[in-house]
Each structure stands twice: as C-alpha cells, then as structure tokens.
T-cell receptor, first 118, second 115 residues
C-alpha cells in the first residue's frame, strides 16, 4: 500500500512560536493532500485541502493566516502553525490520495503529529 | 455525501468475529461505502470499500444490503490489535476537483476486543 510519512511525530513549543509539520507521500505523487485536526476524544476535523502548485482551500472557521499550508511538490505538503498558543495543542494528521481508477479512490494517512504548546 | 449512523461502542471477544454495522439510508447510487479505522494516537487506516457487491480483502469483509441502506464490516477473527475506532464513510468514488475528495469523519464505533 501507499505510504504517507509525517514529521515530526511529537513537538512541544513555547507559546508564540511557529511550528512546521511535514507530510510526504513516499512512493506516489499526490496532487492533493488534506490536513485534519483531532482534539482528545473527538473525531477528525478537516482543516484544509492542499493543492500542489496552488493555494490551499480552508474549511470554514479555520484561520488561513494562522495555519499556513504549502504544497510545493507532488510529494510534500507542509502545515505551519504560526504564533502557536495553548489552544492550538492538538493532534494534526495529513492524508494523500492514491487513485488507480475512478472506483478505487483511497486516502492514506500519516501517523499524525501531536503538538503541545506551553 | 450521505450521512452515516454507527453505534458508539461495541465489545468483542478475541478470536471471535466482530460485526460492525453502519446505516446509510440516504446513500446515492454513485456513492461508495468506505471503512477506516483509527488505533489510539495513530492516523486512520484504510480497511475496505464497496459499491453494492460484497467485498473481501486480507483485513475484512464488507457486506452491503441489497437496498444499500446499510452495511456491515466483518473482522473474521478479531485480535487485541483490532481495538480501535471504526469509521464508516459514504461518498462518491472520485471527484475531479481535488477538494471534492475530502473525507468527512463521524464519531465512529469504538471496538474493544478483549481476552
């Protein structure tokens, strides 16, 4: 199966600093990647759709200037949490899609990044 | 995408079959049923998907009713490592606009496999 790598897996930072999370599709190219956020005991919530070579599409209520997304290549998307605050502490997960044909659309997920802002 | 309804939790004895139900009474003709699972503190893992025929792979079987309004994911011999939250998602197979391929996760079913 396709592999999506996410780095780092865990990060602790001070309030006010910025944190970058990388998402890589290791053995396939992904024109579209997705970023999710998950708070404890809750389900995954889509934050944004990352499109290679163009601007990301953000879900309603997600601040574009706070969560910067860059999808500069077909195998790499990055999420930067700018000026992080304790309320941004969460589990961030990326995914990328592999489509062999129209009936086999599958999203593969990274292992997630746990962000703790002190 | 059609809405799904799943029981919040289920228990299963190790070695027995785990049958996880999902209701999707408003499913459209071009929508597939996808199953993912999320083991604690990990990213979701794809399990299986189908349109109307029953499907089987190395992980599980998917049984879809003839009217397609419900389905059941079957883990034939559950192990402790199958303890996870299982998500049933209904959506079209593929959208030619990238954002159309996003997945909407509900609350899922917490499956606990016990000795």
């Amino acid at each position: 199966g396709a592999v999506v790598s996410q780095h780092p897996s865990w990060v602790i930072c001070k309030s006010g600093t910025s944190v970058k999370i990388e998402c890589r599709s290791l053995d396939f190219q992904a024109t579209t990647m997705f970023w999710y956020r998950q708070f404890p005991k809750q389900s995954l919530m889509l934050m944004a759709t990352s499109n290679e070579g163009s601007k990301a599409t953000y879900e309603q209520g997600v601040e574009k200037d706070k969560f910067l997304i860059n999808h500069a290549s077909l195998t790499l998307s990055t999420l930067t949490v700018t000026s992080a605050h304790p309320e941004d502490s969460s589990f961030y997960i990326c995914s990328a899609s592999l489509t062999r044909d129209r009936g086999r659309y599958i999203q593969y997920f990274g292992a997630g990044t746990r962000l703790s802002v002190l | 995408d059609a809405k799904t309804t799943q029981p919040p939790s289920m228990d299963c004895a190790e070695g027995r079959a785990a049958n996880l139900p999902c209701n999707h009474s408003t499913i459209s003709g071009n929508e597939y049923v996808y199953w993912y699972r999320q083991i604690h503190s990990q990213g979701p893992q794809y399990i299986i998907h189908g349109l109307k025929n029953n499907e089987t792979n190395e992980m599980a079987s998917l049984i879809i009713t003839e009217d397609r309004k419900s389905s059941t994911l079957i883990l034939p011999h559950a192990t402790l490592r199958d303890t996870a939250v299982y998500y049933c998602i209904v959506r079209v197979a593929y959208s030619y606009t990238g954002g159309g391929n996003k997945l909407t996760f509900g609350t899922g079913t917490q499956l606990k496999v016990e000795l």
